[in-house]
């Protein structure tokens, strides 16, 4: 089955969690990878892979180096995922169980989060500190937004969030070739203490 039509199956089954209809376009998975040094063998963590847009770039971009871990928390979504990249460690579970999945996987920081996370779906959950403990002093934390929503409050309280545990944060320009536009906001310089 299309990973279209899967998505917009899981998207009928839970519409907040899915939160989407429709995978990241070339322009999107681009700018959200563009920030993260992905040379040697980092250990790179993608939080909401969904069908695995971002998985597949991340993937030609390590080249069997590095460690790849995705965490979904779609039991369908992850199936798929998992036998499409055998390489790649699929875990399905919820991203607030950020620390026991690190864990669990014998992984102490990432030097990359990429994360497609529907705020809406997560807005009680400190995703933002989550990431910055769990990164490399040197990390970077990437999230998509869709355009319009950053006015919504669980987006704003997300990004209060993203700046009380990061010292830098930016935002990409709007990203017009995905469906819905949308932009990638940059978080670097992790504070390891965030709350």
Same mark, same amino acid.
């Given at each position: 089955m299309a990973d279209g039509r899967v998505l917009f199956q899981e998207f009928?089954?839970?519409?907040?969690?899915?939160?989407?209809?429709?995978?990241s376009s070339d322009a999107l998975v681009g700018a959200l990878l563009a920030p993260h040094r992905l040379d040697g063998a980092p250990v790179v963590v993608e939080l909401g892979a969904g069908t695995g847009r971002v998985t597949d770039a991340l993937q030609r971009q390590l080249r069997g180096a590095g460690r790849h871990l995705a965490v979904e928390i779609n039991p369908a979504l992850a199936e798929r995922l998992s036998a499409r990249?055998?390489?790649? @460690?699929?875990?399905?579970?919820? =991203?607030?169980r950020l620390p026991d999945v690190l864990a669990?996987?014998?992984i102490e920081q /990432?030097?990359?989060?990429?994360?497609?996370l529907p705020w809406v779906a997560y807005a009680a959950t400190p995703v933002p500190a989550l990431a910055a403990r769990a990164l490399a002093? @040197?990390?970077t934390?990437?999230? =998509?937004?869709?355009r319009g929503f950053h006015l919504l409050p669980p987006a704003r309280t997300q /990004?209060?969030?993203?700046?009380?545990?990061?010292?830098?944060l930016t935002a990409s320009s709007t990203i017009w070739r995905n469906l819905p536009p949308a932009r990638v906001l940059i978080a670097r310089e992790p504070r390891a203490t965030a709350s």
């Open positions: 009928l089954r839970a519409p907040t969690r899915t939160a989407t209809v429709t995978a990249h055998p390489d790649v @460690t699929v875990v399905c579970a919820d =991203a607030a669990e996987h014998g /990432a030097d990359a989060i990429v994360s497609l002093p @040197t990390g934390f990437t999230q =998509a937004t869709l /990004a209060a969030d993203l700046r009380a545990a990061f010292g830098s």
